[in-house]
């Protein structure tokens, strides 16, 4: 029975320095900074998230980015209504330059909505567009209202 006791005895000792080390380890690793790179993908998230959506600076130009873009597709329509006013008692030449120009404004002003879509769909810019502009933008719409 000696020999049992002797050797649970040796078996608590070891098991106890095994742990006695791990703590011993991880107490160095926080002490010199070595558990860094453990925390690291959290502490970037947050201070992703503190340097955009906490900073005052991304608010306001994300909120002022959601009006421009509604402006843009706006203003691309207007410019294709006039042209395409322009177009009834236009030359043959000025007519082909004016469907040009059209076609590029179409094509400006898609993208326009699309980006706009875009960021009204992402998560971290969202709750910065203004209340009375509308969730998303209709590409195949003929006029867009950027206040509902």
Not at 30 to 42: C, K, L, N, R, S
Not at 139 to 144: C, L
């Amino acid at each position: 029975m000696g020999q049992v006791r002797e050797g649970a005895r040796l078996g608590a000792w070891a098991v106890g320095g095994v742990i006695g080390l791990a703590v011993l380890y991880v107490i160095a690793a926080f002490a010199f900074g070595g558990a860094g790179w453990i925390t690291a993908p959290f502490r970037g998230e947050a201070d992703q998230r503190a340097n955009t959506v906490g900073s005052g600076e991304f608010r306001q130009t994300t909120y002022e980015q959601f009006f421009d873009l509604c402006e843009a597709v706006q203003n691309a329509e207007g410019t294709i209504q006039a042209l395409q006013e322009e177009r009834k008692t236009a030359s043959e030449t000025r007519t082909e330059q004016i469907d040009q120009s059209i076609t590029a404004l179409k094509a400006t002003r898609i993208e326009s909505v699309n980006d706009y879509n875009s960021k009204a769909a992402q998560e971290h810019r969202a709750p910065f567009r203004d209340k009375d502009l509308p969730y998303r933008l209709d590409a195949a719409a003929k006029r867009t209202t950027c206040t509902d």
